[in-house]
T-cell receptor
Framework: DAGVIQSPRHEVTEMGQEVTLRCKPISGHDYLFWYRQTMMRGLELLIY????????DSGMPEDRFSAKMPNASFSTLKIQPSEPRDSAVYFCASSFGLRDTEAFFGQGTRLTVV | DQQVKQNSPSLSVQEGRISILNCDYTNSMFDYFLWYKKYPAEGPTFLIS?????DKNEDGRFTVFLNKSAKHLSLHIVPSQPGDSAVYFC?????????????FGQGTRLTINP
Protein backbone atom coordinates (compact mmCIF):
# COMPACT_ATOMS: atom_id res chain seq x y z
CA ASP A 1 0.00 0.00 0.00
CA ALA A 2 1.30 3.49 -0.83
CA GLY A 3 0.23 4.86 2.51
CA VAL A 4 -2.03 7.83 3.10
CA ILE A 5 -2.02 10.08 0.06
CA GLN A 6 -2.80 13.76 0.24
CA SER A 7 -3.14 16.27 -2.56
CA PRO A 8 -2.07 18.83 -3.37
CA ARG A 9 1.24 19.00 -1.48
CA HIS A 10 1.23 22.77 -1.70
CA GLU A 11 -1.60 25.21 -2.29
CA VAL A 12 -1.38 28.97 -2.60
CA THR A 13 -4.63 30.82 -2.92
CA GLU A 14 -6.03 34.29 -2.54
CA MET A 15 -8.15 35.29 0.40
CA GLY A 16 -11.80 34.61 -0.24
CA GLN A 17 -11.23 31.70 -2.58
CA GLU A 18 -12.46 28.18 -1.97
CA VAL A 19 -9.81 25.59 -1.14
CA THR A 20 -10.27 21.82 -1.27
CA LEU A 21 -7.79 19.41 0.27
CA ARG A 22 -7.95 15.73 -0.60
CA CYS A 23 -7.04 12.53 1.16
CA LYS A 24 -6.92 8.85 0.27
CA PRO A 25 -6.58 6.69 3.38
CA ILE A 26 -4.85 3.34 3.58
CA SER A 27 -7.07 0.62 2.20
CA GLY A 28 -8.95 -1.21 4.95
CA HIS A 29 -8.59 1.51 7.55
CA ASP A 30 -11.94 2.55 8.98
CA TYR A 31 -10.87 5.73 10.78
CA LEU A 32 -9.84 8.93 9.06
CA PHE A 33 -8.57 12.03 10.87
CA TRP A 34 -7.94 15.58 9.66
CA TYR A 35 -5.36 17.59 11.60
CA ARG A 36 -3.97 21.09 11.26
CA GLN A 37 -0.43 21.83 12.39
CA THR A 38 0.17 25.22 13.97
CA MET A 39 2.99 26.53 16.12
CA MET A 40 0.70 27.30 19.02
CA ARG A 41 -1.44 24.18 19.14
CA GLY A 42 0.71 21.58 17.44
CA LEU A 43 -1.36 18.92 15.69
CA GLU A 44 -4.90 20.11 16.21
CA LEU A 45 -7.64 17.57 15.53
CA LEU A 46 -10.26 19.10 13.25
CA ILE A 47 -12.61 16.22 12.52
CA TYR A 48 -12.59 12.45 12.29
CA UNK A 49 -14.66 9.81 10.57
CA UNK A 50 -15.47 6.19 11.33
CA UNK A 51 -16.73 4.09 8.44
CA UNK A 52 -17.25 7.30 6.44
CA UNK A 53 -19.45 8.86 9.13
CA UNK A 54 -18.28 12.02 10.90
CA UNK A 55 -17.91 11.25 14.60
CA UNK A 56 -16.60 14.48 16.08
CA ASP A 57 -16.23 17.80 14.28
CA SER A 58 -15.82 19.91 17.41
CA GLY A 59 -12.31 20.85 16.30
CA MET A 60 -13.45 22.51 13.10
CA PRO A 61 -12.64 26.16 13.72
CA GLU A 62 -15.54 27.81 11.91
CA ASP A 63 -18.42 27.21 9.57
CA ARG A 64 -16.07 28.08 6.75
CA PHE A 65 -14.56 24.61 7.23
CA SER A 66 -16.34 21.48 6.08
CA ALA A 67 -15.28 17.87 5.52
CA LYS A 68 -16.80 14.95 3.71
CA MET A 69 -16.07 11.30 3.23
CA PRO A 70 -18.24 10.04 0.39
CA ASN A 71 -16.65 6.60 0.41
CA ALA A 72 -14.02 4.55 2.24
CA SER A 73 -11.20 5.65 -0.05
CA PHE A 74 -11.64 9.40 -0.27
CA SER A 75 -12.14 12.43 1.93
CA THR A 76 -12.07 16.18 1.39
CA LEU A 77 -11.55 19.17 3.64
CA LYS A 78 -12.96 22.37 2.22
CA ILE A 79 -12.43 25.96 3.32
CA GLN A 80 -14.79 28.53 1.89
CA PRO A 81 -14.01 31.39 1.95
CA SER A 82 -10.34 31.04 2.87
CA GLU A 83 -8.56 33.58 5.07
CA PRO A 84 -4.85 34.27 5.69
CA ARG A 85 -5.10 32.81 9.22
CA ASP A 86 -6.00 29.45 7.66
CA SER A 87 -2.43 29.17 6.39
CA ALA A 88 -0.99 26.01 7.93
CA VAL A 89 -0.06 22.44 7.13
CA TYR A 90 -3.06 20.13 7.02
CA PHE A 91 -2.57 16.43 7.65
CA CYS A 92 -4.79 13.49 7.02
CA ALA A 93 -4.30 10.24 8.94
CA SER A 94 -6.01 6.85 8.95
CA SER A 95 -6.09 3.85 11.27
CA PHE A 96 -7.76 0.58 12.04
CA GLY A 97 -10.55 0.93 14.56
CA LEU A 98 -8.87 -1.29 17.07
CA ARG A 99 -7.59 -0.53 20.52
CA ASP A 100 -3.92 0.18 20.89
CA THR A 101 -3.14 0.83 17.25
CA GLU A 102 -1.34 3.75 15.68
CA ALA A 103 -2.54 6.14 13.00
CA PHE A 104 -0.62 6.62 9.76
CA PHE A 105 -0.17 10.09 8.35
CA GLY A 106 0.02 11.52 4.88
CA GLN A 107 2.73 13.99 3.92
CA GLY A 108 0.44 16.94 4.44
CA THR A 109 -0.78 19.89 2.39
CA ARG A 110 0.89 23.21 3.01
CA LEU A 111 -1.75 25.86 2.52
CA THR A 112 -0.87 29.52 2.06
CA VAL A 113 -3.65 32.06 1.83
CA VAL A 114 -2.50 35.48 0.64
CA ASP B 1 -8.79 23.21 25.70
CA GLN B 2 -5.45 21.50 25.25
CA GLN B 3 -5.92 17.96 26.58
CA VAL B 4 -2.38 16.92 25.75
CA LYS B 5 0.43 19.34 26.55
CA GLN B 6 4.09 19.41 25.75
CA ASN B 7 5.41 22.37 27.67
CA SER B 8 8.88 22.44 26.16
CA PRO B 9 8.81 23.78 22.60
CA SER B 10 12.44 22.87 22.08
CA LEU B 11 15.25 20.82 23.56
CA SER B 12 18.93 20.69 22.70
CA VAL B 13 21.05 17.68 23.68
CA GLN B 14 24.60 16.65 22.98
CA GLU B 15 25.17 13.56 20.86
CA GLY B 16 25.54 10.45 22.99
CA ARG B 17 23.65 11.88 25.95
CA ILE B 18 20.10 11.13 27.03
CA SER B 19 17.17 13.08 25.60
CA ILE B 20 14.04 13.31 27.76
CA LEU B 21 10.84 14.66 26.29
CA ASN B 22 7.84 15.24 28.51
CA CYS B 23 4.10 15.23 28.03
CA ASP B 24 1.13 15.87 30.32
CA TYR B 25 -2.51 15.06 29.76
CA THR B 26 -5.71 16.04 31.47
CA ASN B 27 -8.31 13.50 30.33
CA SER B 28 -8.41 10.37 32.47
CA MET B 29 -10.27 8.58 29.64
CA PHE B 30 -7.05 8.32 27.65
CA ASP B 31 -5.86 4.72 27.75
CA TYR B 32 -3.20 4.50 25.06
CA PHE B 33 -0.33 6.86 24.45
CA LEU B 34 1.93 7.28 21.46
CA TRP B 35 4.98 9.22 20.40
CA TYR B 36 5.43 10.37 16.84
CA LYS B 37 8.48 11.79 15.15
CA LYS B 38 8.29 14.38 12.40
CA TYR B 39 10.93 15.53 9.96
CA PRO B 40 10.48 18.73 7.91
CA ALA B 41 8.17 18.40 4.90
CA GLU B 42 7.07 14.93 5.98
CA GLY B 43 4.10 13.58 7.87
CA PRO B 44 4.52 12.37 11.45
CA THR B 45 5.60 8.76 11.80
CA PHE B 46 4.87 6.45 14.68
CA LEU B 47 7.76 5.85 17.07
CA ILE B 48 6.66 4.04 20.21
CA SER B 49 3.55 3.59 22.33
CA UNK B 50 2.38 2.48 25.75
CA UNK B 51 -0.87 1.13 27.09
CA UNK B 52 -2.30 2.55 30.29
CA UNK B 53 -1.92 -0.84 31.96
CA UNK B 54 1.85 -0.49 31.75
CA ASP B 55 4.29 2.01 33.16
CA LYS B 56 7.19 1.40 30.81
CA ASN B 57 7.78 0.28 27.26
CA GLU B 58 11.18 -0.06 25.67
CA ASP B 59 12.21 -0.37 22.03
CA GLY B 60 15.91 -0.16 21.37
CA ARG B 61 17.15 3.31 22.23
CA PHE B 62 13.64 4.54 22.95
CA THR B 63 11.77 4.09 26.23
CA VAL B 64 8.43 5.56 27.17
CA PHE B 65 7.39 5.93 30.79
CA LEU B 66 3.84 6.47 31.97
CA ASN B 67 2.82 7.87 35.37
CA LYS B 68 -0.95 7.60 35.45
CA SER B 69 -1.40 9.21 38.83
CA ALA B 70 0.46 12.29 37.64
CA LYS B 71 -1.05 12.08 34.13
CA HIS B 72 2.45 12.35 32.76
CA LEU B 73 4.50 10.47 30.22
CA SER B 74 8.02 10.86 28.98
CA LEU B 75 10.15 9.62 26.12
CA HIS B 76 13.78 8.77 26.77
CA ILE B 77 16.25 8.45 23.93
CA VAL B 78 19.64 7.07 24.82
CA PRO B 79 22.14 7.47 23.39
CA SER B 80 20.95 10.42 21.31
CA GLN B 81 22.08 10.52 17.69
CA PRO B 82 22.09 13.36 15.12
CA GLY B 83 19.35 11.57 13.15
CA ASP B 84 17.07 11.93 16.16
CA SER B 85 16.83 15.67 15.48
CA ALA B 86 13.15 16.18 14.66
CA VAL B 87 9.89 17.37 16.16
CA TYR B 88 8.36 14.87 18.59
CA PHE B 89 4.64 14.75 19.19
CA CYS B 90 2.97 13.09 22.11
CA UNK B 91 -0.51 11.66 21.43
CA UNK B 92 -3.28 10.13 23.51
CA UNK B 93 -6.08 7.86 22.47
CA UNK B 94 -9.49 7.43 24.06
CA UNK B 95 -12.61 5.48 23.33
CA UNK B 96 -16.04 6.92 23.89
CA UNK B 97 -19.28 5.27 22.84
CA UNK B 98 -17.37 2.86 20.64
CA UNK B 99 -15.43 5.54 18.78
CA UNK B 100 -11.70 6.13 18.87
CA UNK B 101 -10.23 9.60 19.24
CA UNK B 102 -6.57 10.56 18.87
CA UNK B 103 -5.33 13.87 20.30
CA PHE B 104 -1.84 15.35 19.95
CA GLY B 105 0.29 17.80 21.86
CA GLN B 106 2.05 20.87 20.52
CA GLY B 107 5.31 19.08 19.79
CA THR B 108 8.88 19.47 21.02
CA ARG B 109 11.70 20.23 18.61
CA LEU B 110 14.71 18.11 19.55
CA THR B 111 18.14 19.11 18.29
CA ILE B 112 21.06 16.76 18.77
CA ASN B 113 24.38 18.56 18.67
CA PRO B 114 27.50 16.73 17.50
Amino acid sequence: DAGVIQSPRHEVTEMGQEVTLRCKPISGHDYLFWYRQTMMRGLELLIYFNNNVPIDDSGMPEDRFSAKMPNASFSTLKIQPSEPRDSAVYFCASSFGLRDTEAFFGQGTRLTVV
Amino acid sequence: DQQVKQNSPSLSVQEGRISILNCDYTNSMFDYFLWYKKYPAEGPTFLISISSIKDKNEDGRFTVFLNKSAKHLSLHIVPSQPGDSAVYFCAAQSWFQGAQKLVFGQGTRLTINP
